[in-house]
């Protein structure tokens, strides 16, 4: 009888979704927009960063999102996006430029305030200094927004 009573009150969850979340308590998100505070801009940047980490939560989560008064709540800034020069070709001149991207997220968690943080994602990508930043942004931007959005998921509601 003992045995039975430890078989059925240990349980091992598995969730394919990596979120780690009790939905008996936690049902709502209050994801804000994450506003540009970079010196250096790139227009449809934000939107894709505010979107992007929307569509996480969505499809990943069985979160509502509202408003205001969430269960959690996302909030934060753009606070960089630059490029600089990686490496120098044998001639002297730049041979791999490096545009990287950093933003800091503000994370309440109104079930278990002990979960709250404040703290700075980046990514970085590199490309060829023979293409223009032009050529490559759009791209190399869609690839950082997904991996920042990834660990803000990871370090919200995956506990990882």
Not at 66 to 74: A, P, Q, S, T
Request: hydrophobic content about 35%; glycine content about 4%; some cysteine.
């Amino acid at each position: 009888m003992v045995v039975c009573l430890l078989l059925t009150g240990c349980s091992v969850s598995y969730k394919f979704n990596g979120a780690s979340i009790d939905y008996t308590k936690t049902k709502t998100i209050e994801i804000a927009e994450f506003p540009i505070r970079s010196s250096y801009v790139w227009g449809p940047m934000g939107p894709l960063f505010n979107n992007q980490l929307k569509d996480q939560f969505n499809s990943h989560t069985r979160l509502q999102q509202v408003k205001r008064k969430g269960d959690l709540k996302l909030e934060g800034e753009i606070t960089r996006y630059d490029q600089r020069n990686k490496s120098v070709s044998s001639e002297g001149y730049s041979a791999m430029t490096e545009l990287s991207m950093t933003v800091n997220v503000r994370f309440t968690n109104n079930v278990n305030h002990a979960e709250d943080f404040e703290q700075q994602f980046s990514a970085t990508q590199s490309f060829e200094s023979t293409q223009s930043l032009n050529a490559v942004q759009e791209e190399l931007v869609a690839v950082m927004i997904k991996d920042i959005c990834d660990q803000i998921f990871n370090a919200t509601v995956a506990n990882w």
